[in-house]
């Protein structure tokens, strides 16, 4: 913790993150739900950045290697209109039923024209649906909380929020570990997700609101 950046995470995926953020500094970030701050800390490498990051886990945050806030995500401890880009990486899916309160909180402390973007996991996947709902197929490896997202859900939430624009992008990670469901979804499912099978083949989708 707090050496590396996702170390579980395939060279390219790391790269597919910096991508995606596409953060060139110039700014405030907020990672919320940051734990270790190993997106922050991508994030701090740009000039002129000011990065914090929250989480409610205090012994996490001792390995943030930026400025960090032990807090609840769904009361952020921050003014108004303060920050130019907000950060869920992984985290809506962890507070299911929640999300349009999230939403608004982060729709608050935003500015004008500023971007709040995330990934979560794929409600419409079919992986997701046997192994992330409340089924007897359920993974142990998963917390109590976590559960699929639709994006067109979270579209819909986060315009009915006042966000003025909202995007998303399916995809799946190259985990570095080759476990079983990786060979899987990289060797058979991955190579079948195109055109109208791709929404469902793909576990991740990456997501874009902005204010």
Not at 77 to 98: K, Q, S, T, Y
Not at 179 to 197: C, H, I
Not at 205 to 211: D, E, I, L, Q, R
Request: charged share 20%.
């Amino acid at each position: 913790m707090g050496q590396q950046d996702y170390v579980s995470l395939s060279s390219f995926d790391q790269n597919r993150l910096r991508k995606w953020m596409s953060w060139e500094g110039h700014g405030r970030v907020l990672d919320v739900g940051g734990g270790s701050g190993m997106i922050s800390r991508i994030l701090a490498q740009a000039p002129e950045t000011e990065c914090i990051c929250i989480d409610i886990s205090f012994n996490l945050l001792t390995y943030s290697p930026v400025q960090s806030v032990q807090t609840d995500a769904l009361k952020l401890p921050f003014m108004d209109n303060v920050f130019d880009l907000i950060v869920a990486a992984a985290f809506f899916h962890h507070i299911p039923g929640r999300e349009a309160e999230m939403l608004n909180e982060c729709y608050r402390v935003l500015r004008a024209g500023g971007r709040l973007i995330g990934y979560d996991p794929n409600a419409h996947s079919i992986q997701n649906k046997i192994f992330m709902r409340g089924g007897p197929l359920r993974l142990k490896v998963f917390s109590p909380d976590e559960r699929p997202i639709y994006p067109d859900v979270l579209r819909n939430q986060a315009i009915s929020n006042g966000f003025l624009k909202f995007t998303f992008s399916v995809f799946s990670f190259q985990n570095r570990k080759i476990t079983f469901f990786e060979m899987v979804q990289r060797y058979v499912l991955s190579p079948l997700a195109k055109g109208p099978l791709k929404k469902f083949l793909d576990r991740w989708f990456f997501w874009s609101a902005v204010k």
